[in-house]
């Protein structure tokens, strides 16, 4: 069994630059930089590797210091959560403020935990950080690392004190440079790639519908924050679970309001719902959760129709169903021909009533991500594939717009997640969209593609002993 990765820590008070420092070492653009003071939430983690030594990078939210977020201290809580794993601190300082009392207190607190810890005096770019940044010598931590995170200066020299303090060997020479924001660390995965077994899940859906609590209850545990406020969460907060053999990367996304409320929201609002689309492009499958007690939405529709256009598989979840129980045993009846009326273009996404806060049900949340990626990644042989074909269009001929006689000769499938398919006729057409579906109903129905869209193409065959134009140039 190979053995889990270090743990590197950020820690610091608000606005010194954790994030940006995060995405500088990751090769990545997860954590959100913006200059209002509390941005970061959640602990965010992603893998990095430096001269061959890989360990998993945490941004925390800022610690101490001045912060409007009102759930600041929720913040803190969670983020000295995140820190009681640490194998190593990286204590993030702001060198144009200078040495202050904020950073003093968590240094104190960081020293008393026993584990290394590396000062790195952020901002040293700034001429006014040039003298103030020796008072931070004064802290008593060894070694200390003047770094610039939004050029990357010095950011190299950090890595190398990072795998040094690890107890790592240097299987390269050490030297400068620097790396570039949004490409990998030397030996990472690419962003937006995952390992080979595992599979990308996003939660998504409308604000305070209970996205974080039942991220919380997949992975069993407080990893992400839960508030009633909406909009807590801001980053994408992905953990990596197992479950019976399986590895999910669970992926927690920001509330997606409307587009118009969105704006008036302000730039982190903004970045943060692009980070969630984002997560939806990048997911195998999607989680929409949607709020039992309110029923589904038109908003709630819309971002179902991002997972189904972007070809993910898609998971319904109707939340919070412990609120709804006193409607009676017809309810459930009830709110599934709602949710099927109002995503009918989602008629092939199964449907969960959960509960976050009692656990009920939950479990059958795993058990259907599984069941639906297996699903996006069956592959028909061809041959049955055509004796399906053949049974289908004996009964039932295909119909074009242009009402022409089409007859389809054979058909194979091209994809894998998802499903697609290749139909060769004996014209240039497509199938009028009511064949369409019913010719995607019947490969459900036959070959089990439960929770994911089909794609289907028609193509004309080619016909044999027909040269093509360039041949006849060619020859003449």
């Known amino acids: ?172 020479p050490a030297g400068s440079g620097t790396l570039a924001v949004g490409t990998p660390a030397p030996g990472t995965l690419a962003p937006g790639t995952l390992a080979p077994d595992e599979i990308s899940v996003a939660i998504v859906g409308r604000p305070n519908v209970g996205k974080s609590s039942l991220v919380n209850r997949l992975l069993r545990e407080e990893r992400v924050l839960v508030s009633d406020m909406p909009g807590t969460t801001r980053d994408p907060v992905d953990a990596v679970m197992t479950w019976h053999r399986r590895r999910f990367r669970i992926v927690d996304t920001a509330g997606m309001r409307r587009p118009g409320r969105v704006a008036r929201g302000g730039q982190i609002e903004w970045v943060s719902v692009a980070g969630a689309r984002k997560s939806v492009e990048e997911a195998d499958i999607v989680v929409l959760v949607i709020d039992a007690g309110s029923g589904p939405t038109d908003h709630d529709a819309a971002i179902g129709g991002e997972a189904d256009r972007a070809g993910r598989g898609v998971l319904i979840v109707a939340n919070k169903w412990d609120l709804v129980k006193a409607r009676g045993p017809k309810y459930s009846e009830t709110f599934d021909d709602d949710v099927r009326f109002q995503m009918r273009f989602l008629d092939y996404a199964p449907i969960l009533h959960v509960s976050a806060l009692t656990g009920e049900r939950a479990p059958k949340i795993l058990e259907a991500i599984d069941r639906i990626a297996a699903s996006r990644r069956t592959k028909v042989p061809t041959p049955a594939l055509n004796r399906f074909l053949q049974e289908v269009t004996a009964a039932n001929p295909p119909v074009s717009p242009g009402r022409k006689h089409v007859r389809i000769l054979y058909a194979t499938q091209i994809g894998v997640a998802p499903p697609s398919f290749v139909f060769f006729t004996n014209v240039a057409t497509t199938f009028h969209f009511s064949y369409q579906r019913f010719l995607v109903n019947q490969l459900r129905e036959r070959f089990g593609f439960a929770g994911t869209p089909i794609r289907l193409q028609v193509r004309r065959r080619a016909q044999k002993g027909r040269q093509s134009r360039k041949a006849r140039a060619a020859e003449s």
């Open 1 to 172: 069994m190979s053995r889990k990765p270090a743990s590197v820590v950020l820690v610091g008070r608000p606005n010194v630059g954790k994030s940006t420092l995060f995405n500088r070492m990751t090769g990545s653009r997860r954590a959100i930089v913006n200059p209002t003071a509390g941005t970061t939430r959640d602990t965010v983690i992603r893998p990095a590797v430096w001269r061959a030594v890989p360990f998993e990078l945490s941004d925390t939210g800022g610690l101490y210091g001045a912060s409007q977020d009102p759930l600041h201290e929720l913040v803190v809580r969670h983020g000295r959560r995140a820190m009681v794993g640490a194998d190593l601190f990286v204590l993030v300082t702001d060198g144009r403020e200078g040495l202050i009392g904020g950073d003093e207190t968590i240094a104190r607190e960081l020293r008393a935990t026993g584990r290394p810890v590396i000062l790195a005096v952020n901002k040293t770019d700034d001429k006014r950080a040039r003298n103030a940044a020796l008072d931070f010598y004064g802290l008593g931590i060894d070694p200390v690392v003047e770094i610039s995170a939004e050029h990357g200066t010095g950011v190299a020299e950090l890595l190398d004190e990072i795998v040094s303090a690890l107890g790592a060997r240097r299987s390269t």
